[in-house]
Nanobody
């Protein structure tokens, strides 16, 4: 397994969750990484991305100002802090490792994907 996502769960609207993505095989330490999500009946969509140094980050407009992506390369772990959650944030969240060291908003720019973790926000 290349990437292991965790931290999902059931939370009321307005609540917070922090997702983690472990990279036990250390295959992504020099790669950009990202979070995507897929809601029931919808296509997978971009959420947030970060370059390998952690200096560049980009967010989908729908989560900007509420979500924060970060990484700890010493721990080989990627994070997504999600605040002010809304019911429309309900989805399976996937972490992914990019093909390059840069951040990427396009799913085609990713090589390895985690198994996904379910986030459910109740109204």
């Amino acid at each position: 397994v290349q990437l292991q996502a965790s931290g999902g769960g059931l939370v009321p609207a307005g609540g917070s969750l922090r997702l983690s993505c472990a990279n036990p095989r250390r295959t992504s330490s020099n790669n950009g990484m990202g979070w995507f999500r897929q809601a029931p009946g919808k296509e997978r969509e971009f959420v947030a991305t970060i370059n390998w140094r952690g200096a560049d980050t980009y967010y989908a407009d729908s989560v900007k100002g509420r979500f924060t992506i970060s990484r700890d390369n010493a721990k080989n772990t990627l994070y997504l802090q999600m605040n002010s959650l809304k019911p429309e944030d309900t989805a399976v969240y996937y972490c992914a490792s990019a093909l390059s060291s840069s951040a990427s908003t396009n799913a085609r720019g990713y090589r390895y994907w985690g198994q996904g973790t379910l986030v459910t926000v109740s109204s």
